[in-house]
């Protein structure tokens, strides 16, 4: 019987590999600056290391900014991808493994009345997401080609307004193969099987 449960519990821990997040910080929240107060908001440049995990790239004198419960954050702190002014790329990199599936999941929002488009590129997906309406939840899926890194990438168009696409709670993960579901069901059953008999 216990090695029936701990068989179980090892493809439990399987599948809850497989739904972790591969995308880090994706909620924002982790070591932010110390200039940030709630209902206020932080600029972070081009080059800058504030937003943890995460690389802010384009033009230089471009920007996002870290927003927290206000200015259409949605979850505490949500970053701005206009910027003060922008807009400049937030992206990140993760591992992919050739032909395994991945699920973008982030929540979407905007700025007062802004309009902008996000500019979406999740490994081999490429996407415009218009128009922007306050609490969308976005799910996104690619399979990679070739095992290695992918990338994750949000920005937005339009001229700078100073507000603009707010996005935050981003995951990133791999999408468990049928067998591996299979395999779990089978295990618990076994064990309440074996179970129901004592």
């Given at each position: 019987m216990k090695k029936q449960i701990l068989f179980s519990i090892g493809l439990i821990a399987a599948c809850a590999s497989a739904q972790a997040n591969l995308i880090s910080n994706g909620d924002f929240e982790s070591s932010p600056p110390a200039g940030l107060t709630s209902g206020n908001y932080?600029?972070?440049?081009?080059?800058?290391?504030?937003?943890?995990?995460?690389?802010?790239?384009?033009?230089?004198?471009?920007?996002?900014?870290?927003?927290q419960n206000s200015y259409g954050s949605i979850n505490n702190i949500s970053v701005d991808l206009m910027g003060t002014p922008g807009p400049a790329t937030l992206s990140q990199m993760f591992s992919v493994i050739a032909g395994q599936t991945?699920?973008?999941?982030?929540?979407?929002?905007?700025?007062?009345?802004?309009?902008?488009?996000?500019l979406l590129n999740f490994g081999s997906l490429s996407e415009t997401i218009s128009p922007v309406i306050s609490?969308?939840?976005?799910?996104?899926?690619?399979?990679?080609?070739?095992?290695?890194?992918?990338?994750?990438?949000?920005?937005?168009?339009?001229?700078?307004?100073?507000?603009?696409?707010?996005?935050?709670?981003?995951?990133?993960?791999?999408?468990?193969?049928?067998?591996t579901l299979a395999l779990l069901g089978v295990g618990l059953g076994f064990c309440m099987l074996r179970r129901s008999k004592k």
């Open positions: 932080l600029k972070v440049d081009v080059g800058s290391s504030d937003i943890a995990g995460w690389v802010v790239s384009g033009a230089p004198g471009k920007s996002v900014d870290l927003i991945y699920q973008l999941d982030f929540d979407l929002s905007r700025n007062g009345s802004s309009l902008h488009t996000v609490g969308t939840h976005i799910t996104r899926f690619f399979t990679a080609a070739l095992t290695g890194s992918a990338n994750l990438a949000f920005s937005t168009s339009g001229t700078d307004t100073f507000s603009g696409p707010v996005i935050d709670d981003v995951i990133v993960a791999a999408v468990p193969l049928p067998g």
